[in-house]
């Protein structure tokens, strides 16, 4: 059984996800990142689009922000 999350938590979840996938792949575009993120976290496309946004404003995000 899936379990339903409230669309932000979901955001919360991709930008985690993505800091751990730049640390381990850092010559991979996050542009990359954001596109396998909507797919496994299931993303809009307004949230993919602020995850964009996030990650263009915040190059390097700080350690607790992801």
């Known amino acids: ?13 991709a930008i985690a996800w993505i800091c751990d996938q730049m640390r381990e792949e ?3 575009p ?3 990142h954001i596109v396998e993120a909507g797919r496994r976290f299931n993303l809009s496309p307004l949230d993919e689009d602020f995850l964009r946004r996030f990650f263009k404003e915040n190059p390097n995000p700080r350690p607790d922000a992801c």
């Open 1 to 13: 059984m899936t379990t339903v999350m409230p669309q932000g938590e979901l955001a919360k979840k």
């Open 26 to 28: 850092p010559g991979t």
């Open 30 to 32: 996050v542009s990359e």
